[in-house]
């Protein structure tokens, strides 16, 4: 079966299916042996691949929370729009504004190529500063905004496209 | 000894500071605003007493009504905790107006210790080493003739600055003329004063501080060094003792200093004299904490005393009961801060419910925390969680056991710098002991999830994503018992976390 979830506005496809005891799952075109099991209310015990790991998960509503190592793990699950030609597969991200704010600094111009995960622009809101990022590796296609232009919430921002999109 | 005293703070140091007095058989006080109504410190006090909204500036922070509570319950001391009140003169001194003793130094003490600039000025009479510098601000003829005194690497700085306007770091002499000319300019633009001074740059400083105990009766202990350089946006995240930077001759040094400065104030209660020491063990004199400290278990761990029941005792007039002499180190201790905060995104705060908390247990492990299942992180106090200290007999065997202990650590609801302190345990500069307080600014790596660790977290969500549309059923089956989980963990490869 194939499934999507959401984490950090990016969309991670796999597939599932069940094997015996566990599951086969495919991620990344890697193939994983895996079986989750609940041993108290939010722990779980988890083998994959062989190894054996002490994972915490709190599932509410189309959230999951997952801590593992250290580290808490969001994820959504993706309505029916975000199925299959989501924007991230489709290898376009279209920035906007996460809330109404204001521009403060473009980090990017049109035509500068970003990696996943770089900041492109710096915006405002509710007395604090904050970078947004590219969530893929590409170019800078559009900037529809200038440094002091104010945001509606939602307001498109900026686009990056994928370089190797056919 | 009292009979009841009052805590005037909440989370893990009013939970601390509960537990010390229940042990020395003492009644307490919680005090708490409405943010704080289901907190551990008021459901583990005798007594507890709401003070107001949740903002400090209506509740911990009004000396008025927390003095007004202790009459109520008829406490006779109150102990401040850190932050809040507990650096506040005026408040210890209402505390004794109001013929209840205030756990802490002297008003006087915190009010000469307490301001940078008479603290520094009480260091320079007794000696204490201050970053050689001019005392005041320069004049152009005689500037280059004092830099060359002062040394270089140096800061050129303005009188009235702020905010790195009108300042500049100097390597060399050839560099100076120019560089005094645009700090001048620059502080000239920024302040409308062109007044500067100049002070030696200290490269990769280390923050290194002295725990010292006194009494009333005049004596005053020093309890060894912390290492507090791991810190970020000026805040510390981890501490040890001791440092893994000082050598014994300097240890003896800085704690004969200390309390040299500590007697100048007649200092009782617990303190710290903070230093920055460069590389080569040269250390210079920052400010006093007049209060018991954060990160101060690590010294209970390697002294084995009690610091906050020591606090309480010499309140009460009680003397010290050990000498210098008597007080012997032994092992390393480390604390790790875990905060409610995101290390991927400038350490902002991340407030939020907490949905299920289990604490490392185990030898050598001690966690001073205040949270539990249902807790909730506001953005009212600071983001820090709980105190993650661990004690053994050296720094490695420490190390290892932190990282072990961090590795059970689960909080599960609001992101945490728990992934954060399990790579800077296993990172090899750390291990070393080469630090000083840009480390985590050095290390940025540390701050990144790595990649395979999210492909995990992914696999078993996918799992729970299928398994919650119904398909598969996770819960453990009615003939599962805790054996067969055991014997089918034992089954697979350890590789695992526990």
New interface residues.
């Given amino acids: ?1 194939k ?1 999507n ?1 959401k ?1 950090n506005k990016k969309i ?1 496809s ?1 597939e ?1 299916e ?1 094997e015996g005891n566990g ?1 086969k ?1 495919v ?2 075109k890697k193939k ?1 042996s ?1 079986e ?4 108290d ?8 691949d ?10 509410e509503g189309k959230r ?10 969001s ?1 959504e ?1 993706p309505s029916q729009r975000d199925k299959g030609g989501t924007e991230n597969t489709s290898g376009i991200d279209k920035i906007s504004a996460p809330m109404p704010g204001r521009v403060v600094k473009l980090l990017k111009e049109v035509g500068d190529i970003v990696l996943e995960g770089e900041g492109v622009v710096v915006v405002e809101a509710m007395k604090m500063e ?1 970078e947004l990022k590219t969530t893929i590796d590409g170019k800078i296609t559009d900037i529809s905004v200038k440094e002091g232009d104010t945001l509606d919430l939602g307001a498109h921002i900026l686009t990056v496209e994928s370089q190797d999109k056919k | 000894m009292y009979k009841k005293i009052l805590i005037a703070n909440r989370g893990e140091i009013a939970v601390r500071i509960i537990r010390a007095a229940k042990e020395l058989g003492i009644k307490t006080v919680a005090v708490y605003s409405d943010a704080d109504k289901n907190s551990l410190h008021v459901n583990l006090a005798d007594q507890a007493f709401n003070i107001g909204k949740p903002l400090p500036s209506e509740s911990y922070l009004v000396g008025k009504k927390i003095i007004s509570v202790a009459k109520k319950a008829k406490c006779d001391g109150i102990h401040p905790g850190y932050g809040f009140l507990s650096e506040n003169a005026d408040f210890a001194e209402n505390c004794i107006k109001n013929k209840i003793d205030f756990i802490g130094p002297s008003a006087e003490a915190i009010r000469l210790m307490g301001d940078k600039i008479t603290s520094r000025e009480i260091a320079k009479t007794a000696k204490v080493p201050l970053v050689p510098g001019t005392d005041g601000e320069v004049n152009d003829n005689e500037a280059l003739g004092l830099a060359k005194k002062i040394g270089y690497p140096l800061m050129i700085k303005a009188s009235a600055g702020g905010g790195g306007k009108g300042m500049r770091l100097v390597h060399e002499e050839s560099e100076f003329e120019n560089s005094l000319k645009m700090a001048k300019s620059e502080a000239k633009n920024a302040f409308n004063n062109d007044a500067v001074f100049i002070e030696r740059f200290i490269q990769e400083p280390r923050h290194i501080e002295i725990q010292i105990l006194g009494d009333k009766k005049g004596n005053v202990v020093h309890l060894f060094e912390r290492e507090c350089s791991i810190q970020r946006r000026h805040q510390k995240v981890v501490e040890e003792a001791p440092s893994p930077g000082v050598s014994e001759k300097t240890r003896k040094k800085m704690g004969e200093i200390a309390v040299k400065l500590a007697k100048k104030v007649s200092y009782s209660g617990a303190g710290t004299v903070e230093f920055i020491m460069d590389q080569k063990e040269n250390f210079y004199f920052l400010e006093m904490n007049t209060r018991v400290q954060v990160e101060h278990p690590i010294t209970e761990m390697i002294t084995g005393i009690d610091i906050v029941k020591e606090m309480i005792k010499v309140s009460y007039g009680h003397e010290l009961s050990f000498k210098q002499k008597d007080i012997e180190r032994k092992g390393h201790a480390i604390e790790c801060r875990v905060c409610a905060e995101d290390p991927d ?1 400038n350490f902002l705060p991340t407030p939020g419910t907490i ?2 908390v ?1 604490s490392p247990q185990g030898p050598g492990v001690r966690d001073d925390s205040s949270l539990f299942n249902g807790y909730k992180v506001t953005t009212f106090y600071d983001p820090m969680l709980s105190k993650l200290i661990v004690w053994s007999e050296d720094r490695d065997s420490a190390i290892k056991r932190m990282s072990r202990a ?2 059970e ?8 710098n ?6 800077l345990m296993d990172d090899k500069d750390f291990i070393s002991g080469k630090l000083d307080t840009g480390f985590i600014e050095k290390h940025k790596k540390l701050l990144k ?1 790595p990649k395979e ?16 549309i119904g ?2 059923n ?3 089956d009615p003939k599962f018992t805790p054996w067969k ?1 055991i014997a ?2 034992a089954s ?7």
């Fill in positions: 079966m499934y979830l984490i991670v796999f599932l069940e599951y799952i991620l990344d994983y895996a989750l099991v609940k041993i209310s939010n722990l779980y015990s988890f083998i994959c062989g190894s054996t790991y002490t994972i915490a998960i709190q599932k999951i929370d997952l801590f593992f190592k250290g580290d808490l793990f994820y699950i904050s | 995104n949905f299920y289990k961090l590795s650590y689960i909080v599960l609801g609001v992101k945490t728990l992934g954060f302190l399990v790579r999830i660790n999210s492909n995990i977290a992914t696999i078993a969500s996918a799992i729970m994503l299928h398994a919650g398909v598969k996770l819960e453990r989980y089918r963990r697979v490869s350890r590789n695992s976390m526990f």
